[in-house]
């Protein structure tokens, strides 16, 4: 098993990285500075078998990568009580999400509260239990924002004031995005 969160090596983040690589979420990050500081941040979740992961309208902090088993989508018909609602409450099978799909990522990217909202209840399908990659969107913001602020500092430095360490984490962060990182 993987270190948690900040205990993992650099060995352990390429790792965690590749197997994120092909999600939606993870290449709408662009740059892989980024996509590295949230692998640190990334923890595992299981869920037993039809068990609820959350519920439609609750407020949405975490975005998913499904690892392992599914889970299934649920959205609940307006005005009808819980326990009429079908699947055991948790209203009308929607979409189920298998390995590698993503729940959630309003979260982070959404621009207003309503847009990370749950429109959806989310369980475990069938006889298996689902392991899942949580990423919170309070360490999303964290890390977004403390690498925009370095970053930032070390641009408005003059090229001369630029030390190693910060030329490293520029080439780092546009790792990808340009040819050739001048010193």
Known sequence: ALPHGRD?????LKLV????????????????????????YMTLVQRSPDK????????????????QGCVGAFRKKAGVEEERQEN?????FVQEYTAGMVLGENTV???INAERRRTETIA????????????????????TDTLESTLRDILRL?????????????CE???????VCLV
Request: charged share 20%.
């Open 109 to 111: 990217t959404g621009k």
């Open 8 to 12: 993992r090596s650099y060995v352990d």
């Open 52 to 67: 609820i992961l959350y519920q439609q309208n609750q407020k949405s902090d975490s975005v998913y990568i499904v690892l």
């Open 88 to 92: 055991n409450g948790k209203g009308t």
């Open 173 to 179: 962060f546009f790792e990808g995005e340009v040819s």
């Open 17 to 40: 990285r590749s197997f994120f690589a092909g999600t939606r979420f993870f290449n709408a990050l662009h740059f892989s500075l980024l996509q590295y500081r949230c692998c640190n």
């Open 124 to 143: 475990t399908r069938g006889s298996n239990k689902a392991t899942l990659a949580r990423l919170l969107a309070t360490n999303y913001v964290e890390v």
């Open 158 to 170: 003059k090229s001369w004031q630029r030390k190693p360490e910060h030329i490293d984490l520029l």
